[in-house]
């Protein structure tokens, strides 16, 4: 059987009642999508790790982020 639920207040709490006696033994199986290592949460962003690089490229057209689709393939502009 599979019940799903929720972690509130650091505990677990089931969604709905459930027809379980009081005291039952139960084991929890965390999906693997939803563990997150203390590493990967310390983990520095993509906009930290490259904010050095900002700017740092000349000549580059001002609406590039917004266009850039029209500048790699030539598709018409968004303004």
């Not at 520095?44 to 904010?51: A, D, G, V």
């Amino acid at each position: 059987m599979v019940y799903r639920g929720h972690i509130r207040n650091g505990r677990v709490e089931l969604d709905g009642p459930l027809p379980l006696p009081e005291g039952a033994e139960v084991e929890i199986t965390l999906p693997t999508a939803s563990v997150v290592s203390e590493e990967e949460a310390t983990a520095p962003t993509l906009y930290e790790q490259l904010k050095d690089l900002i700017g740092t490229v000349p000549d580059l057209p001002e609406d590039l982020s917004v266009n850039h689709d029209h500048y790699l393939y030539g598709v018409p502009k968004r303004q």
